[in-house]
């Protein structure tokens, strides 16, 4: 353990280093050259997060949770969704549903995918509302791809 430390222990025990230890034994272009290697062997570890709580795509419930009351699931009707629980009206609430399906499954998604997550029967809904949500778009043969990144 005084080895090895977690990347939240990183900043403090540099700092306590840097005050230990005053003589310099490496330059500063030694310490650009580390760095630089440091970024590019970088990677950031996305969690399996179905394997982690030993879960299924079948286990989730889909759909647009209500911002209000958390119930599930929402209904989109006359350009908004509805909750039929507590009457709250929202034009915007497929945006955490999205962000979640960028967290669990895949950062990018195509209309078929978001009809059948957001629980959509139309696909000219689910065009109109990742339309309308500015997300990047490109092509895959003939179909859109949405990137979610740009929600998070």
Known sequence: SKLVTHSSNLLPRFHKYQNTYKEEKISKKEIKKL????LKQHSTKTPDLFKQFS???ND?????????????PMVWQK???FC???GHACKKAHLEALKEYATLFN??????ECCDFLQIPSRYVAKHL??????PISKQGLQNIYHL???R
């Open 130 to 135: 990742l339309n309308t949500s500015n997300l």
């Open 84 to 86: 039929l629980q507590c």
């Open 55 to 57: 879960m299924t795509e």
């Open 107 to 112: 950062p990018v998604i195509t209309n078929r």
């Open 60 to 72: 989730l419930l889909k759909g647009v949770t209500c911002p209000k009351c958390l119930v599930l």
């Open 79 to 81: 350009r908004k969704w």
């Open 35 to 38: 760095s630089r290697h440091l």
């Open 149 to 151: 990144n740009e929600l």
